[in-house]
């Protein structure tokens, strides 16, 4: 049985055709224009594949409620042309098969548990730090949604007292998406960074500020496996600094097994960026049982 999968981003989607053992079997990328421009290449590439559902792990904020006018809609985003976008419903139109829905992080995060690292886990969170911050919640064996969906990568931080930025996110400023995605250490430091890999003060702020958030959904959530994923992440070291500093916060107040060995807790994904197509996969699988 074939599965369609769809990563939704702000510059691209990347669309996937696979299988329920979560193999990808060819896969696009388009850019994302606006709906009327992408919309219809997307639907011409899933068109006639024999696929018996579709996953969409979109950007947000989107509505998940199934009891709601607007489900399966792009909400309130900044992306001007996709606000308030019926997603679901074009492609449910388009290639009459079931739609599943879920933002793009949780998707990751379902990629992980299904295939990955958390596989086996009932409780787990993915982060993903890039162009912004977004937060997938796994608990009680199930992606957590609730009133909306998980917007963890705005929760609003303490500033570090050697930094004098005043914050990128236009809605919270000193948020962690607005003190540690990738846009503010660009307008921070003046310069993105893949430029700053010999500026040790750089990535030790960047650390600092993602730790402290780990710290907190360690105390809210009680994750057994914390997975931290996007572009910026990918600079060499900095996961082992975000470990020093989460030991150093913890400060030994919670002593579990999966805090004595932090190298196994906190970890980068283990899916060779596919975490997010696949989890698209399994979002569709899932839909089609429903």
């Given at each position: 049985m074939l599965f369609g999968a769809l990563e939704a981003g702000g510059t691209k989607m990347v669309c996937a055709i696979g299988n329920e053992q979560g193999e990808i079997l060819d896969r696009i990328s388009i850019p994302t224009e606006t709906p009327d421009i992408t919309m219809p290449?997307?639907?011409?590439?899933?068109?006639?594949?024999?696929?018996?559902?579709?996953?969409?792990?979109?950007?947000?904020?989107?509505?998940?409620n199934r009891t709601s006018p607007t489900y399966g809609y792009i909400t309130t985003t900044p992306k001007l042309p996709?606000?308030?976008?019926?997603?679901?419903?074009?492609?449910?139109?388009?290639?009459?098969?079931?739609?599943?829905?879920?933002?793009?992080?949780?998707?990751?995060?379902?990629g992980e548990a299904t295939w990955g690292c958390a596989r086996g886990l009932d409780t787990a969170i993915y982060i993903t730090i890039g162009t912004g911050v977004g937060v997938g919640v796994l608990a009680g064996g199930g992606l957590l949604h609730g009133m909306l969906h998980p917007e963890a990568g705005h929760i609003l931080m303490p500033v570090r007292s050697d930094d004098t930025y005043a914050?990128?996110?236009?809605?919270?400023?000193?948020?962690?998406?607005?003190?540690?995605?990738?846009?503010?250490?660009?307008?921070?430091?003046?310069?993105?960074?893949?430029?700053?890999?010999?500026?040790?003060?750089?990535?030790?702020?960047?650390a600092y500020y993602i730790a402290a958030a780990v710290t907190d959904y360690i105390m809210?959530?009680?994750p057994q496996k914390v997975i931290l994923g996007g572009g910026v992440m990918h600079h060499d070291g900095l996961i082992e600094q975000v470990?020093?500093?989460?030991?150093?916060?913890?400060?030994?107040?919670?002593?579990?097994?999966?805090?004595?060995?932090?190298?196994?807790y906190i970890v980068l994904p283990s899916l060779d960026d596919n975490q997010g197509i696949m989890g698209a996969l399994k979002l569709g699988m899932e839909e089609l049982n429903r």
């Amino acid at each position: 049985m074939l599965f369609g999968a769809l990563e939704a981003g702000g510059t691209k989607m990347v669309c996937a055709i696979g299988n329920e053992q979560g193999e990808i079997l060819d896969r696009i990328s388009i850019p994302t224009e606006t709906p009327d421009i992408t919309m219809p290449k997307m639907a011409e590439y899933f068109a006639g594949k024999d696929i018996s559902a579709l996953g969409i792990g979109c950007f947000g904020p989107i509505d998940l409620n199934r009891t709601s006018p607007t489900y399966g809609y792009i909400t309130t985003t900044p992306k001007l042309p996709w606000k308030n976008y019926d997603i679901c419903g074009y492609f449910r139109e388009k290639l009459n098969i079931p739609v599943g829905f879920d933002t793009d992080v949780n998707g990751s995060m379902l990629g992980e548990a299904t295939w990955g690292c958390a596989r086996g886990l009932d409780t787990a969170i993915y982060i993903t730090i890039g162009t912004g911050v977004g937060v997938g919640v796994l608990a009680g064996g199930g992606l957590l949604h609730g009133m909306l969906h998980p917007e963890a990568g705005h929760i609003l931080m303490p500033v570090r007292s050697d930094d004098t930025y005043a914050g990128k996110c236009p809605y919270h400023r000193t948020c962690l998406e607005g003190l540690a995605s990738g846009p503010a250490i660009e307008a921070r430091w003046g310069a993105p960074g893949r430029e700053l890999g010999d500026r040790p003060e750089v990535w030790d702020l960047e650390a600092y500020y993602i730790a402290a958030a780990v710290t907190d959904y360690i105390m809210t959530i009680s994750p057994q496996k914390v997975i931290l994923g996007g572009g910026v992440m990918h600079h060499d070291g900095l996961i082992e600094q975000v470990r020093a500093y989460v030991k150093d916060m913890v400060n030994g107040y919670l002593v579990t097994k999966e805090l004595e060995d932090l190298n196994s807790y906190i970890v980068l994904p283990s899916l060779d960026d596919n975490q997010g197509i696949m989890g698209a996969l399994k979002l569709g699988m899932e839909e089609l049982n429903r």
